[in-house]
């Protein structure tokens, strides 16, 4: 008798185990409907993060007692916590509503079967434990339509996309339709690139895309220039036509789980310009819905305010005055009507609650014209996190469980506070000197647009005062890796530091190969592997704020970097956006203080975005007056460069005053 193989019987054992763990989890989520029965009787609301946290740190400590990852147990049951909390809801949500609910559904959306609008209606229903009988739709009018005369119980409008953006076509569509929005789903979007079996990515010469994924992938099709790009109306179109064609040389960009439904093999994955890359889509049907008391709900309306000045400022006073947070604030144009929006607004309220329905009262007296689109669950559900102190837990020797305490009692602080390093942290590259009572002076200039001798260029930027040149633009130059040889050359011979602007994280591979420091820029601030990645590199490196982004979230993605062990770290305040300029941002002076009453870490101004050039000056004497660490002052090489410096100069020798 033969006896069986090592491999195959360990991997018999592995399967018989995952068996049993779905199992378990099959049934930990009928649990879960229990709960949401019991909560339905006693009216409480879904989530209780304080248990959430309190089980959290139980199961990380029991499992690194059991030698698994601190991380990996935590992301394991954030998961298992979001998928219970959308059942829950979804359980609730037909609870409050038994005249619609039904065993199958009509649902329109977008393009045909494998098509993103599918699989995000596809998963919305089985969530719901409801068969669902597909309408694939060639635009946005017309799953509209199917709602509206009755075809379809349920329209999927995509509404925005993380990389590209809101998508204006179902906004302008909303304008004009009495459907109400009654939900709302998020799915993750891994673009590939689809072809026949067998085929490779050299092979490819036609790309067939709806516009969005073209969008969304702009990078990746612009390294293979070659291939020819054609527009379809969805990206189940795009499948399809790759199937019927006869041609080995073509691809289409979609889902690796839509392309399986058409017999295509994904030749490259992860597309997209983000890592990160999801889109929220919409549910509309005829009738709008109540949402239980207990359950997070939106609200979305559009409105249409004044022309005069101030207008809109006095209608968003009204939601602050009514602790209303808007997460989201849209504008699209009148048609018919020139120069006139209609602002679209996701307030994170439920209809039936006080203080939205006095807001709404409040509002219909100072707009032209306002209404509700509906208000229905939200689904997003925020991890519930730990401290650093509860992940970081030491092995234990022992197997006996260790009480709670334990985990909660510890305390750690912040590594970018003040209550973790007492001495002021001080970042330095030859004459330039940031932060510890030394001030440092950074000229910016845009590589795209700099010509002439760089020598020159480098001679007087020195001549000026600065110690370091901060380089942007290294994606629109032509010949970057050229330019910035010359650039950086210039800039040693002068002992000016060499600062590139990472702007996208594309960029980063050749702004180290050249600079002395790095700048991650406000729109990648939120981008945690790059942060990571900087984090674990050598050079010193300037994080600059997002325009949208709170103190808090300023610190938080400084303490990513610092956690990956770099402490050379210097933060930079480019200017927020306000209510005064729609288009400039402003400097957080207030903003300055706070971070440098909390943290060690020196903090420098940009004010190349947020100053208009007759305030530099003040604004940058009153950010040395409350302790900013450096300036960066733009210096523009296709206008009279001499003159520009000239006026640097006496700037920076009224600070150095």
């Known amino acids: 008798m033969t006896k069986p193989h090592p491999l ?43 248990r959430e946290k309190e089980l959290l740190a139980r199961l990380v400590q029991q499992g690194r007692e059991q030698g698994l990852d601190a991380h990996y147990v935590l992301s394991l049951y954030q998961s298992i916590i979001e998928d219970s909390v959308l059942n829950q809801q979804a359980y609730l949500q037909g609870r409050a509503n038994p005249d619609l609910q039904k065993q199958q559904y009509s649902i329109a959306y977008l393009g045909a079967r494998g098509s993103y609008s599918y699989l995000a209606a596809t998963r919305y229903c089985e969530r719901r ?20 005369s009755g075809h379809a119980d349920y329209g999927f409008l995509p509404i925005e996309n993380t990389s590209s953006g809101s998508i204006n076509e179902v906004y302008d569509v909303l304008q004009h339709t009495s459907l109400a929005i009654v939900g709302e789903t998020t799915i993750e979007v891994g673009h590939c690139l689809l072809a026949k079996p067998g085929c490779t990515l050299k092979q490819i010469k036609t790309v067939y895309a709806h516009p969005q994924p073209i969008s969304q992938c702009s990078r990746f099709l612009s390294q293979h220039g070659n291939v020819k790009l054609e527009y379809c109306s969805s990206s189940a179109e795009a499948m ?7 041609d080995d040389s073509v691809a289409a960009i979609g889902s690796a789980e839509g392309g399986a439904l058409y017999q295509l093999e994904a030749i490259e994955q992860e597309l997209a310009n983000q890592k990160i890359n999801q889109s929220r889509f919409i549910v509309v049907a005829r009738k709008a819905i109540a949402v239980p008391s207990q359950l997070p709900a939106k609200s979305t309306l559009i409105m249409a305010t004044g022309q005069k000045p ?8 009204v939601l602050k005055a009514h ?14 009507t020139p120069w006139e929006e209609m602002f679209y607004l996701d307030l994170d309220a439920n209809l039936a609650d006080e203080s939205m329905q006095k807001a709404l009262k409040e509002l219909e007296r100072i707009t032209r014209f306002i209404k509700v689109l509906g208000c229905y669950p939200c689904e997003t559900v925020s991890p519930t996190q730990l ?26 602080q912040p590594r970018y506070s003040k209550a973790n390093k007492h001495t002021a942290t001080e970042v330095v590259h030859g004459l330039l000197a940031i932060g510890s009572q030394h001030f440092g002076a950074i000229a910016q200039i845009d590589l795209a647009a700099t010509s002439g001798s760089a020598n020159q260029i480098a001679s007087q930027i020195k001549e000026a005062g600065f110690q370091g040149v901060n380089i942007t633009g290294i994606s629109q130059a032509l010949d970057a890796d050229m330019q910035l040889s010359d650039l950086t050359r210039a800039l040693s011979q002068f002992d000016l530091a060499c600062i590139i602007a990472v702007e996208q994280e594309l960029d980063l591979k050749l702004a180290s190969d050249h600079a002395d420091l790095l700048l991650i820029t406000g729109k990648e601030m939120f981008n945690k592997p790059l942060l990571k990645k ?25 303490e990513t970097i610092l956690t990956k062990g770099n402490q050379q770290l210097v933060l930079c305040e480019s200017g927020i956006r306000t209510f005064n300029d729609a288009l400039m941002p402003a400097l ?3 903003g300055l203080v706070n971070i440098k009453a909390l943290s060690h870490l020196p903090v420098i101004i940009n004010t190349s975005y947020a100053c208009a050039p007759a305030t530099v000056n003040a604004q940058s004497l009153a950010a040395k007056q409350l302790g900013a660490d450096g300036l960066i002052s733009l210096i523009d090489a296709t206008q009279d460069l001499p003159t520009q410096l000239q006026q640097q100069n006496i700037t920076l020798r009224a600070i150095y005053q």
């Open 8 to 50: 195959n019987h360990t991997r018999e054992q592995i399967t018989a185990l995952d068996n049993e763990l779905l199992a378990l989890l099959a049934k930990r989520r009928d649990l879960s409907l229990d709960v949401a029965r019991s909560k339905e009787v006693d009216i409480r609301p879904i989530r209780d993060t304080q």
């Open 129 to 148: 434990q409801v068969t669902m009988h597909d309408l694939g739709c060639k635009s946005f009018d017309e799953i509209v339509q199917a709602v509206e």
């Open 240 to 246: 399809e036509k790759v199937t019927e064609s006869q």
């Open 310 to 317: 101030g207008a809109l400022v006095e209608a968003l006073l």
């Open 323 to 336: 602790n209303l947070n808007m997460s989201k604030l849209e504008s699209r144009p009148i048609p018919g």
């Open 387 to 412: 401290t650093n102190s509860q992940l970081m837990i030491e092995p234990t020797t022992s197997r006996q469980p260790q009480p709670l305490t334990s985990v909660t009692s510890q305390t750690e």
């Open 534 to 558: 900087v984090g674990a590199m050598h050079s010193p490196i300037i994080l600059e704020r997002n325009t949208m982004a709170s103190v808090e979230e300023f610190l938080s993605a400084a």
């Open 588 to 590: 957080d002076l207030a």
